[in-house]
């Protein structure tokens, strides 16, 4: 899949850097040219000797070199790759790409170029998690840029959590599916996927018993068939798949402003279980009992509409907008007038009443709706049903919706 493929590599600074030589050696074993860029930082990690001798050509390191910029070579590096990678990609190179900032080599080739851009995140826990942070991931997700990891676990600092780099087998299935060909080639798509979080209070909150299996199959389905997959996900049970942009939210707010974030796209799916009221007076601290019995007055507020918000969009509305419904009965009916009442183009109905094990479950039975009507579909494990509404939303998009 990468042979004849040219990677411009941007390696910053983190000690996640000593295990791009491995990426390169495994990038080039697949048949792919690699262009090294590196940051000063980086060269405290992995030394620009080690990187060159690997990739078999020069490493690029300064903006202001008297031979290379006679030929503006900063704005030729940015155009001629078919896809550029920053890994690791640190805290502060991702704010600096998000505000446009172009102080180095590095930034001003991301900011000059035009090719897709993939990173791999690497950071302190607290680093990943600040809010500065994550708003600039949503700014970089809304701007196109393809996301694979970071992943949680043992930090070299000490700590644990979200923030480790991704492994390379992961970059690498993330380089290749944003590489490529197939029927939704060129198409961005969002997805939604897993629970919803509400706080009651610090340690309690309300969701329901979604695993996140559908929504994480169907962006791998997609994902497989060339799109660029944005996929925006509650604390699911299923780890997020490989090759696609993660956005991590907890609560139904949180959800909405990255989808919004994500857009424009050519089509959205909202396969989320969001919860439908949120704890308006959720305490600060945590709830205690008072030995009278009496439980805690709780007042609720209406979740935000996702599905109703992006289906009704005028400009920048995607071509094709899909509903999931879980229903415990008369299915068809009320998916039907669930789709009137959204304005969205498909729904994908199922039946999670408590004897159809499905919430949770490896299965799924599902009715789709369109404005042709309703089609049943066979009972199917989650990935084939996956696999089959791909192949829709691909035929879908080929002719325009």
């Known amino acids: 899949m990468l042979a004849g493929k040219r990677i411009l590599l941007i390696v910053s600074g983190g000690i996640a850097a000593v295990k791009v030589p491995d990426l390169i050696r495994r990038l080039r074993e697949r048949g792919a040219a690699v262009t090294p860029v590196m940051t000063r930082a980086a060269e405290q990690f992995v030394t620009p000797l080690s990187l060159s001798a690997l990739a078999g050509e020069k490493v690029w390191r300064d903006l202001f070199d008297l031979t290379d910029e006679a030929e503006m070579g900063h704005i030729q590096l940015s155009r001629v790759a078919d896809l550029v990678v920053v890994a690791p990609a640190t805290a502060n190179l991702m704010a600096r790409m998000a505000n446009g900032l172009a102080d180095d080599l590095p930034s001003t080739l991301l900011l000059a170029t035009d090719t897709p851009v993939l990173i791999a995140p690497a950071m302190n826990v607290r680093m990943w998690q600040h809010p500065a942070t994550q708003r600039n991931l949503a700014t970089l997700a809304g701007d196109g840029v393809a996301v694979v990891g970071p992943n949680s676990g043992?930090?070299?600092c000490g700590e644990y959590g979200p923030g480790r780099m991704a492994e390379v087998p992961e970059i690498l299935a993330a380089i290749e599916a944003r590489l490529a060909d197939g029927p939704l080639a060129g198409k961005r798509i969002v997805v939604t996927s897993g629970p919803t979080h509400e706080p009651i209070d610090p340690v309690r909150y309300i969701a329901n018993r979604s695993s996140g299996a559908q929504g994480t199959a169907l962006a791998r389905a997609l994902a497989g068939l060339g799109a660029e997959v944005v996929f925006v996900t509650g604390p699911a049970t299923v780890p997020p798949?490989?090759?696609?942009?993660v956005i991590l939210v907890e609560t139904a707010q949180q959800m909405l402003a990255a989808v919004q974030g994500a857009l424009p796209a050519d089509a959205a799916v909202f396969a989320a279980a969001v919860a439908d009221w949120r704890v308006a007076n959720a305490a600060d601290q945590k709830m205690k009992k008072d030995g009278t019995g009496a439980a805690?007055?709780?007042?609720?507020?209406?979740n935000p509409?996702?599905?109703?918000?992006?289906?009704?969009?005028g400009t920048g509305?995607?071509?094709l907008v899909v509903g999931f419904a879980a229903e415990t009965e008369n299915i068809a009916d009320h998916a039907t007038a669930k789709r009137a009442r959204?304005?969205?183009d498909?729904?994908?109905?199922?039946?999670?009443?408590?004897?159809?094990g499905i919430m949770g479950g490896a299965e799924n039975e599902v009715t789709l709706i369109t404005a042709n009507g309703a089609e049943t579909w066979p009972r199917l494990g989650k990935a084939q049903v996956a696999d089959r509404l791909a192949a829709r939303i691909a035929t879908a998009l080929g002719q325009g919706v």
Do not use: H, Y
């Open 342 to 344: 959204k304005g969205c």
């Open 346 to 356: 498909w729904i994908v109905a199922n039946d999670v009443s408590p004897g159809t």
């Open 317 to 319: 509305r995607p071509a």
């Open 305 to 313: 509409d996702i599905l109703a918000t992006v289906a009704q969009m």
């Open 241 to 245: 798949p490989e090759g696609v942009t």
């Open 154 to 156: 043992d930090m070299a």
């Open 296 to 302: 805690p007055a709780l007042e609720f507020a209406e």
